[in-house]
């Protein structure tokens, strides 16, 4: 089990020794993401987190690199709309290397003037890739859809004018001031002594002050209606969500559930019922994704102009079918050990527990134990699932996004009269 230990400076730090492992994992997770950026900073976060790799004053990038590829480990980061993560695994006898690569960047990167220049090309390059991509660009409109207004209606890397214009000053100051001085904490996990883990990190915890309190937001208004972005493509590509519980929701397990049940696997509805059974697509899944304070149960899509009808109208039966009728003991059953060895399974390895342990601290503000999930799930019942159906999967709740050679013709009612002027 996980061990907190709170520093004087605010500073936790998440540990869990497993003896059995070779690896170690260790991660910085801090809570600044997307939607903390004022109007005129949107993809900041995701500029500095690549920012990050491109040199310290003791280090060059290339040197980062080199240090890391010459132990056989791996370094990486992300950004979500609500945290950051740095993150780096090793064998368990570089720990040493990967505290002080892992702080160095986080602490002391310098963000050379040349070195942003060539990042933003980079960040720009990246946004370019996921507006050809469409199954990420169809997502990103989507959230842009139901969140208008808010924080959470932008693309986590911005957009190209905004990024184009990001300068020096500006990402330093929130470097510092989001990412030294706001919800900070380390996650630890894997075979290595704690004592020497905390005589490693002893010097540069000082230099943080951390705020273990979330940022005010009020939570989003979503805007349910139906938008076609018309694009040149082979495929049409739908998203389509409604709001759902926050991540700390007691009613989040029957909504995992659901989505489980719904489109979360090769035995669920939609992949069944559209493409097992009709072959009208070959991708078609549902997700749950929380946040601090709401939460999107979505549906994704990808089929062809012709075939497009039909398939919503298979995914409109199929949310129907669940909001009208409890599933069996047996679905029911089969969706709560889908869950389980899930998390079990992904939980071998000690960049899995790593990236549980912070989320659960950053959420939750301790850990949730494995079994205190288990049991949680087991008293879920069918009547709870078919509750949250039927207060999730309600059309006039539902935002739908379309992208590609589709019009209103190829939308089944009773989506097609949501449809949304552009």
Not at 105 to 115: A, P
Not at 152 to 166: F, K, N, Y
Not at 280 to 288: E, I, K, R, T
Request: hydrophobic share 40%; charged share 25%.
């Amino acid at each position: 089990m996980a061990e907190k230990i709170v520093l004087d400076n605010g500073v936790r730090i998440i540990v869990e020794p497993i003896p059995t492992l070779r690896s170690v994992s260790l991660g910085i997770w801090v809570a600044a993401g997307s939607r903390l950026e004022a109007p005129q900073e949107r993809g900041i976060s995701h500029f500095i987190e690549h920012m990050l790799f491109k040199g310290t004053r003791r280090r060059s990038a290339q040197q980062i690199a080199t240090e890391i590829d010459a132990v056989g480990g791996f370094m990486n980061a992300f950004t979500s709309r609500e945290y950051s993560s740095f993150y780096v695994k090793v064998m368990d006898q570089h720990l040493a290397l990967a505290v002080d690569l892992i702080t160095d960047i986080y602490l002391d990167s310098t963000f050379d003037e040349e070195e942003l220049e060539r990042e933003r090309s980079v960040v720009l390059q990246e946004i370019r890739m996921v507006e050809d991509t469409p199954e990420e660009h169809v997502m990103d409109l989507f959230h842009k859809a139901m969140w208008k207004g808010s924080s959470l209606a932008h693309p986590i890397q911005g957009e190209r004018r905004q990024v184009a214009r990001l300068e020096r000053e500006l990402l330093l100051e929130r470097w510092r001031q989001n990412y030294h001085h706001r919800e900070v904490l380390f996650s630890v996990a894997g075979n290595f002594h704690q004592g020497k883990l905390l005589e490693l990190l002893d010097s540069s915890m000082e230099k943080l002050c951390s705020d273990p309190i979330w940022p005010k937001k009020r939570p989003p208004k979503n805007h349910p209606g139906l938008e076609i972005v018309e694009k040149d493509l082979e495929q049409v590509h739908v998203c389509m969500g409604v709001p759902a519980p926050s991540a700390t929701d007691p009613r989040r397990y029957s909504y995992l559930l659901l989505n489980t049940i719904l489109g979360g696997g090769m035995s669920s509805r939609l992949f069944q019922e559209v493409r097992e059974k009709r072959g009208l697509a070959y991708s078609v899944y549902s997700f749950l994704s929380p946040y601090a304070d709401v939460g999107i149960l979505g549906i994704y899509l990808g089929t062809t102009s012709e075939h497009l009808k039909e398939a919503l109208t298979v995914v409109l039966a199929q949310m129907e079918a669940l909001a009208n009728e409890p599933v069996s003991e047996e679905v029911l059953r089969s969706a709560r050990e889908q869950i389980k060895g899930s998390l079990v399974l992904g939980l071998e390895s000690s960049d899995r527990r790593m990236s549980r342990q912070a989320i659960n601290e950053l959420y939750f503000g301790r850990q949730i134990p494995v079994e205190e999930v288990m049991e949680a799930l087991e008293e879920e019942t069918s009547e709870d699932v078919q509750r949250a159906a039927q207060e999730a999967l309600r059309v006039e709740k539902m935002t739908v996004v379309v992208l590609g050679k589709a019009s209103i013709s190829h939308i089944p009612p009773p989506l097609s009269s949501m449809l949304r002027r552009r």
